[in-house]
């Protein structure tokens, strides 16, 4: 009689995948010891083969694409910069600032050298009432009242002032050249005659008059210019007195900086 072998009624699990597992471990461990031995080495090359196995182990992210030991970090979006770079930023900053100061002062100085000779002229030929200067935020603004150029109610440069146009262009001669605006302004007193319909008219056309007796000087370049009219909407005297009718009657030269705070 046959003896039957004894069937064995438990199956071990097949456990040869833990070699190869195992080797693998191995060789991971040995490549991390050799890396970290290798700390020195050329950064970039380092940076590339960590690239390299990130890819084949973990998809392209983990503990591989950290900096090795000897790489400087590179600064991200949003990372707290160094105190030594926020110095060198504010330093740069100032530095900057200062420039423009010194750039704004400067500029400030050129429009008060225009300024003293405007104002000789005006010592000179006797128009310390009807001319008045005055440095401003805006520039430097030259004022002149309108009985010294205009009849009342007229836009037409007096003949006689000509030559006081003419010589006020000559004071306009600027290297390099500034922006200049020139605008009138009326009282409050409404005007309608043949050829002014409003206070509004008659200031721009006084304004425009004055520029082109101004630009026939050739030296001087039209595209600085432009000219302005306001009628009675910018008084800087009261209307309800004859005397503050007269400042609000005037023709205005404003010499633009060329550098603003």
Do not use: C
């Amino acid at each position: 009689m046959r003896r039957r072998k004894k069937k064995h009624d438990d199956e071990h699990m097949d456990e040869s995948w833990l070699i190869p597992y195992a080797d693998l471990l191995t060789l991971l461990l040995a490549l991390f010891i050799v890396l970290y031995a290798a700390s020195s080495v050329d950064a970039q090359k380092f940076k590339e083969l960590s690239q390299s196995f990130n890819e084949v182990f973990t998809g392209g992210t983990g503990i591989m694409e950290n900096p090795s030991p000897g790489e400087p970090q590179q600064p991200i979006d949003g990372e707290v910069k160094s105190s030594g770079d926020e110095k060198n930023e504010e330093k740069a900053e100032l530095d900057k600032e200062e420039i423009e100061r010194q750039a704004f002062l400067k500029d400030q100085e050129e429009l008060k050298e225009i300024q003293k000779r405007v104002k000789e002229y005006i010592k000179t030929n006797n128009l310390e009432v009807q001319f008045v200067t005055k440095l401003t935020d805006e520039g430097l603004l030259l004022t002149i009242r309108d009985n010294v150029l205009f009849d009342s109610g007229s836009a037409v440069v007096h003949s006689t002032d000509l030559n006081v146009a003419k010589e006020l262009s000559e004071l306009l001669e600027m290297n390099p050249p500034r922006n200049i605006i020139i605008s009138g302004h009326t009282d409050n007193v409404p005007i309608h005659n043949a050829e002014f319909d409003s206070n509004w008219e008659l200031s721009v056309m006084r304004a425009v008059n004055f520029m082109k007796i101004i630009l026939e000087n050739q030296d001087l370049n039209p595209q600085w210019f432009s000219a302005k009219g306001f009628g009675e909407f910018e008084p800087v005297g009261d209307n309800a007195t004859a005397e503050g009718k007269g400042l609000n009657r005037r023709v205005e030269v404003l010499i633009l900086p060329r550098v603003t705070e």
